[in-house]
């Protein structure tokens, strides 16, 4: 089956903003066991966006466009495609409805121009939007295809924003998709995560063990980020799911220490779920990172029940006097040293009472470097009570953003070992 | 002049990873006066990628090719498309030479493998990657046009990996376009941001306004993000910086207040500059945000002179005991209430010794709403020495990642506010 993307936006192009879509809509389906043919972003020109979508019916089963539904001047997908096909576009009346409530509830004045948003292309199917105003449109449209069986291609249109597609994509596409296009034999997927280990490590390390496996159909991926590598195995037919077993459990030999989950899991939220199993607490002390670890944490719905709270202690004066960090010891070994990552993690943990502590200390330029201590140098700490508090050294030279990412990837790494490793 | 991008990777497709190339790589290059026409993401198929660079070498002056030039085995975009074109791949000893030392450097052992990205098509030229080990490549490429007059279309294939692609866009690809194709008229471009406005407000409020400008040939645009909107204003020619100045100040006069910055500022940025400005510092102190609000201001350089810390006060304990609010304010309005993020952000202050705190206390969800107090609910605060505190109560009813940035944006607004209106 194929299925193509189309993403309409000139400010796409232009990179004003990020396109998440492929993302999240790629990873949705894919885990359904649909997977994208292809992607295409294109301009807010009627040109464009009527070719790509011409040409995309003319080779996949199912054309999904995201964008262009508003009721904003560069909004045209809808009218466009209705003239294309010649789907003459019908007020409808409950989504007239929707829209007027949708702004006296918000206590907000209706500009007219919203209502355009409740034209619907003559034999759409329409997908309410409970989240905003304009809904999504499902059309079977006739085309001529060459490579394709008899049946029509569908093309549905959703609107661009985030949290009016997303919720969209789960509560109508995917049923929509499942029952229009059922698979014909069972699709499973298992992602293995990992850590501290390089992607071509883990390349040499598993590729000959799994190819038998991998002949006798299962598809295996490999994906790298800042510091992380996951590890896919998908397939389709009856055996598949002893087939990713065997090959998990054959990975897991070779690398199952650095591997700290599965899925959609995270770092944190294999930290989080641990503490909360282990009714124990954590608390940061955070200099360089200014917060991005306790904003991991706390981005895992539930961290309020053992993320006690942190101290971004940025400037000396807070080390010491927040938590008390002795002067003689910043003025001995200055401020990123592992004596200094120590105290920290100590008064972290002192301070909230928490039975754990991360600490961060580190120089993420572009200034601040020495030669010594150059620009990407970071100790990191740990204390949990009754323990004796350890320290690591690591060393990221790049730009501030992948700095930050790649330590606190690293902090949580730290903590977890820990939580797995104790009993 | 069309310009293509085409990335490749199935975890593109499959959702694994982010594509932050098209957006980084769109603005660079529209910041330069060169729009992209199109882009779009194939898989990692020899089928696929050929394809997709023949079909784009017929359209466009300039393709660009994102990843598959490193040493694992999904890497095979520089083999096939020498291949494809019949440029066979030679080794190139300075390149041997830069992985081996990379290396070297780094301590680590270097596998056989990743010498295969020291091979170079016949007559290729070579973008140096001083991040990374595999170089980019530019070819000028014979190819039958039927749009275009007679000069060869380049094709550029760089590497995936961002931390080594975005340095070499800006070393060596832009000033390879500039020389390439020259533009014929002069380019200029600016954008205004703002916050606290929707999109349709700003584009009713500007639109008829603008119109005798874009008349003569300004192009506007505009796009929304999380509790934000850029105005984008450019065009080509002699005049148009005059026009684009006309433009900015007809939007300033209408919509000014909302304006919080231009181009690549963000509010972050302007709040820090503005700080470096004053001699002022600031303190943070954060409830449900959970150090989110930190991470911005850190994540701007230079924030080290202006940031003096923040506490990350997750547990009312902690209000209490770090931040010395009430326990009597906190069992009389609860935590998410204006009195107790006042006193959160007089705490901040007065236990920083910053001029400035901000707070914020709310409910992220998905758990934790009442009737009165529903998910989504915050309280944001700002205390400046010698001036009364002050408090709003926001709503942002979303997922948690939306609530965090939206509540970040509008606190650093409070204090941009702040520091602009103060003399």
Redesign the interface.
Known sequence: MQIELINTG???????????H?????????DAGY?????????DTAE?ICD?VQKALGRADLVITTGGLG????DITREKISAQFNKPLQKNEAIVEHITSFFAQRKRPM?E??LVQALVPEGALVFQNK?GTAPGLAMSIPSERSNIGNSQPWLVMLPGPP?ELRPMVETYLLPFIQQQFPLKEEFHCR?LRSTGIG??MV??LL?ENLRPLMEQGLDL?????TGQV?I?LCGYGPEILQKIAKAESLIRSEIGKYIYGTDDDSIEKSVVDRLIAKAQTIA?A?S????????H???I????KV?????????N??KE??LGVESGTLGKYGAVSKEVSIEMAEGARL???ADHALSITGI?????GTEDKPVGTVWLGLSSIGRKPIAIRKFHP?????F?QATVNQALELIRRRLFQDK
Chains 1, 2 share one sequence.
């Open positions: 000139s400010e796409l192009l232009l990179g004003r903003v990020l396109n998440t492929q993302q999240w809509i790629g990873k949705k389906l894919a997977i994208l043919s292809s992607q295409v972003t294109v301009p464009s790509a009721p904003t001047s560069d500009p121009s919203v989240y949290r992602t992607e071509s390349e040499d590729l991926g490999f994906c790298a980020r996951d896919r940061v955070e360089c990172t200014g917060g991005f670890l306790g904003h944490i706390t981005s719905p539930g961290a309020s993320f006690l709270g942190g101290f971004l202690t940025y400037s004066k807070l006097k927040v301070k909230s009472e993420a330029g572009p200034e601040g790049y730009d501030r953003g992948t930050k």
